[in-house]
């Protein structure tokens, strides 16, 4: 069974930061790209970061500065690190899995809500 679990979602000031974690279980890991995925209502779904298996990364351009992704394969886990947020960071978070082999399943996870507000 594919899991992936994630945490460290909450509500933070402007300015704040915040560090997103995502675990996972039954993937080879090390075969997966890892994303996060943000939607924000009456937004379309934005991929914010991205980390491939072999370590390129690549973020959309409102976030580049401010956001880091990373990865710890010893532990199935990629991290989101947050920092300088605004409001408009405002949304459901979502860890992705994308095969490297593109006959394969993509997984999601069950989201965590980011909520930047005074």
């Known amino acids: 069974q594919v899991q992936l679990v994630e945490s460290g979602g909450g509500l933070v000031q402007p300015g704040g930061s915040l560090r997103l974690s995502c675990v996972a279980s039954?993937?080879?890991?090390?075969?997966?790209?890892m994303g996060w995925i943000r939607q924000a209502p009456g937004k379309q779904r934005e991929l914010v970061a991205v980390?491939?298996?072999?370590?390129?990364?690549n973020y959309v351009d409102s976030v580049k500065g401010r956001f880091t992704i990373s990865r710890d394969n010893a532990k199935n886990t990629v991290f989101l690190q947050m920092s300088s947020l605004k409001p408009e960071d405002t949304a459901v978070y979502y860890c992705?899995?994308?095969?490297?082999?593109?006959?394969?399943?993509?997984?999601w996870g069950q989201g965590t809500q980011v909520t930047v507000s005074s």
């Open positions: 992705n899995a994308i095969p490297r082999v593109a006959t394969m399943n993509h997984y």
């Open positions: 039954g993937i080879i890991f090390n075969n997966y790209h």
């Open positions: 980390i491939t298996s072999d370590g390129s990364i």
